[in-house]
């Protein structure tokens, strides 16, 4: 059996990237639950039919960047590609990423699998636990007591999904701005204020809990739950891209976190790549208590 401490800190990935440039185009066009002129619909429909096609889609490949300024006790960073993967909807929960902590953490790069209740991760970070290369698994709904530390690692702003369900929280006014491009493809930009407690009353089930996660840990670090939020919604009717700005609290040394988060590919087939059982550790086969 292996000896080892768990000696990982507290890992926040923290959701979102880098938007594609800035975007341009006209001045705002429809504001609140004012009419469209798509169908008729208001402006919080027509965000809310572009979710559930997103959603519907099944998958999504995702690219991440991060930027954190202004804060006393955190590092000013701007990371183009801070979070890149693959991840599902659905409720069985498929996730692939690879994210750089060298500069949020000096951990180095990490990846991490998600499959169903379980979770591979590798990197520096996880070499004091299944060595040098290996994969740390971790069965997430084990109630072995060395799971518990690694469970926030695979929930809250750390699943890559939830990115588009914190819409779910948008309040008041809803403004969209039309004759925009995205990567060379038209689109409109739907921006209002996003209150993730307000999220907990429409949210979707399968999705609450991740919610719950990511309130708590907001709650601990004194970041608002109300963030600013803009979603891009391409010429297919699918969102493209969502950024979110957090304020974060004294106890971090406020400032902001802008975190934007790109999809691509929707519907494509994943390929979780799993790896091969030589190069697994499981979490329950090593003695974590030290000495």
Do not use: K
């Amino acid at each position: 059996m292996r000896r080892a401490r768990i000696g990982v800190a507290p890992i926040v990935v923290a959701l979102v990237l880098a938007a594609c440039g800035a975007p341009g185009g006209s001045a705002l066009q429809s504001t609140g639950d004012a009419p469209s002129a798509d169908a008729g619909l208001s402006v919080r429909d027509e965000l809310q039919v572009a979710m559930d096609a997103t959603v519907a889609t099944g998958r999504v490949r995702i690219s991440q960047s991060l930027e954190i300024s202004g804060s006393s006790a955190l590092p000013s960073v701007s990371i183009d590609e801070a979070t890149v993967g693959q991840a599902a909807f659905g409720d069985e929960r498929q996730m692939r990423m690879s994210a750089d902590l060298t500069a949020l953490a000096g951990m180095g790069r990490i990846e991490m699998i998600r499959d169903g209740s379980l979770m591979y991760a590798r990197g520096a970070a996880f070499d004091e636990l299944a060595g040098p290369g290996n994969w740390l698994l971790v069965d997430l709904d084990s109630d072995d007591p060395a799971v518990a530390p690694f469970a926030p690692l695979a929930s809250g702003q750390n699943d890559l999904t939830m990115a588009i369900f914190y819409l779910y929280g948008l309040v008041d006014e809803v403004s969209v701005e039309e004759g925009v491009t995205l990567a060379d493809r038209p689109a409109r930009v739907f921006s209002g204020e996003a209150d993730l407690e307000a999220a907990r009353e429409t949210i979707p089930e399968a999705r609450a809990e991740s919610l719950e996660d990511l309130l708590a840990n907001m709650r601990v670090t004194g970041v608002s739950p109300v963030i600013r939020a803009e979603a891009w919604v391409a010429d297919d009717g699918l969102i493209h891209q969502v950024r979110y700005v957090y304020r974060i609290g004294d106890r971090l040394g406020g400032g902001t976190m802008t975190t934007v988060m790109q999809f691509s590919d929707h519907g494509e087939p994943m390929d979780l790549d799993l790896p091969d059982a030589s190069e697994v550790v499981n979490i329950e086969d090593i003695d974590v208590g030290g000495g």
